[in-house]
T-cell receptor, first 114, second 112 residues
Framework: AQSVTQLGSHVSVSEGALVLLRCNYS??????LFWYVQYPNQGLQLLLK??????LVKGINGFEAEFKKSETSFQLTKPSAHMSDAAEYFC????????????FGQGTRLTINP | NAGVTQTPKFRVLKTGQSMTLLCAQD?????MYWYRQDPGMGLRLIHY???????AKGEVPDGYNVSRLKKQNFLLGLESAAPSQTSVYFC???????????FGPGTRLLVL
């Protein structure tokens, strides 16, 4: 079985500050990991994903995430926050072998202060 | 290329009524999914399909049925709606698993 825990349901940062969103996962098999973003009243959009290979992955809108197997974490960062980054962010995991199902964390709402 | 579309966008039902939510994708994806989103719980998988004519249960399938008669369409049915089914429903599709899933805009359902 797989599970995802996002640390912090709400995160608030100032415009221009570092964005750091935390995600821990549990998986009995090698995982694929995803970060999705949801803007108000919209569906989810993929930010980035880790499958295999390089543990630092780059995504859209200046976001990147690092897969740390020893810590079972997949942390999302952006060096300098924009007002347009205000949204809800979801971490998700699925198994490399044979699974078709994403397991989502509960989400982190990111607020950007001017 | 519309991607994933969902019909309707919003619906109000009375307890015990039935309805069908329609999901359509024009990307020729094999896999399709129905999720529900509730505050503080992320998205939970209701049912999914790995190809035309196939369906399987997800994490929270009770009270829902699905059908995938055509590759491009995935229908979610509520036979007898309950207030606990008030939620936002998202459909998604992907070309294979575990590739990126593409999400529709959602359907807001209120059951009174």
């Amino acid at each position: 079985a797989q599970s995802v825990t996002q640390l912090g349901s709400h995160v608030s940062v100032s415009e221009g500050a570092l964005v750091l969103l935390r995600c821990n996962y549990s998986s009995s098999v090698p995982p694929y990991l995803f970060w999705y973003v949801q803007y108000p009243n919209q569906g989810l959009q993929l930010l980035l994903k880790y499958t295999t290979g390089a543990t630092l992955v780059k995504g859209i809108n200046g976001f990147e995430a690092e897969f740390k197997k020893s810590e079972t974490s997949f942390q999302l960062t952006k060096p300098s926050a924009h007002m347009s980054d205000a949204a809800e962010y979801f971490c998700a995991v699925t198994a490399i072998q044979g699974a078709q199902k994403l397991v989502f964390g509960q989400g982190t709402r990111l607020t950007i202060n001017p | 290329n519309a991607g994933v579309t969902q019909t309707p966008k919003f619906r109000v039902l009375k307890t015990g009524q039935s309805m069908t939510l329609l999901c359509a994708q024009d990307m020729n994806h094999e896999y399709m999914y129905w999720y529900r989103q509730d505050p503080g719980m992320g998205l939970r998988l209701i049912h999914y399909s790995v190809g035309e004519g196939t369906t399987a249960k997800g994490e929270v399938p009770d009270g829902y049925n699905v059908s995938r008669l055509k590759k491009q369409n995935f229908l979610l049915g509520l036979e007898s709606a309950a207030p606990s089914q008030t939620s936002v429903y998202f459909c998604a599709s992907s070309p294979a698993s575990p590739e990126t899933q593409y999400f529709g805009p959602g359907t807001r359902l209120l059951v009174l």
